[in-house]
């Protein structure tokens, strides 16, 4: 089993939807849990990063984790064309591990 | 904030040469740096961790002598693909964990081809 299970995706979705991105992990010693965005053909850039269980708000973007249920999501309001990207949820710090990445495209 | 940078951007080379790929941390220092694969619509693959000063721990299943490292200062790691071939052609990218936060810094990448 993978410590980080991601929805495989691609996901499309018109101008101005509400976006739902989500993982799950299995290490219940995972504490820090990160969301990255990859443009093609560029390195990754850390999107949002929470620790432990909660929301946490930035902009149009929102990363909610429920530690009791291993679960990580991030939403993403208003959705945008720019917005289109691949997202990776990670967990932990040094040696982070990866989800597989759900690709999204906004449609204009 | 803290920047990544990774040489060449891209290259192309032909089957049996090696290959020598830069990542530098460019205002922090880092003892540990990782190194991915990723193929077309795949996820990152770490492939190992370059460690300064000391030798490299590499993943289940790749190969030491293909793939050398050398983190030879606090801001510079290389992986040399040694005789490649078309299969090792991907994208490669590497990072560095902040020394501040739990976030780690990505290079941009390198494409590599190998015709």
């Known amino acids: 089993q993978k410590e980080v299970e991601q929805d495989p995706g691609p996901l499309s979705v018109p101008e101005g939807a509400i976006v739902s991105l989500n993982c799950t992990y299995s290490?219940?010693?995972?504490?820090?849990f990160m969301w990255y965005r990859q443009y093609s053909r560029k390195g990754p850039e850390l999107l949002m990063y929470t620790y432990s269980s909660g929301n946490k708000e930035d902009g149009r973007f929102t990363a909610q984790v429920d530690k009791s249920s291993k679960y990580i999501s991030l939403f993403i309001r208003d959705s945008q064309p720019s917005d289109s990207a691949t997202y990776l949820c990670a967990t932990n710090a040094g040696k982070s591990t990866f989800g597989d990445g759900t690709t999204l495209t906004v449609k204009p | 904030g803290a920047v990544v940078s990774q040489h060449p951007s891209r290259v192309i080379c032909k089957s049996g040469t090696s290959v020598k790929i830069e990542c530098r941390s460019l205002?922090?220092?880092?003892?540990?740096m990782f190194w991915y694969r990723q193929f077309p619509k795949q996820s990152l693959m770490l492939m190992a961790t370059s460690n300064e000063g000391s030798k490299a721990t590499y993943e289940q299943g790749v190969e030491k002598d293909k793939f050398l490292i050398n983190h030879a200062s606090l801001t510079l790691s290389t992986l040399t693909v040694t005789s490649a071939h078309p299969e090792d052609s991907s994208f490669y990218i590497c990072?560095?964990?902040?020394?501040?936060?739990?976030?780690?810094?990505f290079g941009p990448g390198t494409r590599l081809t190998v015709t």
């Open positions: 290490n219940s010693a995972f504490q820090y």
């Open positions: 990072s560095a964990p902040s020394p501040v936060s739990y976030e780690q810094y």
């Open positions: 205002d922090f220092q880092a003892t540990t």
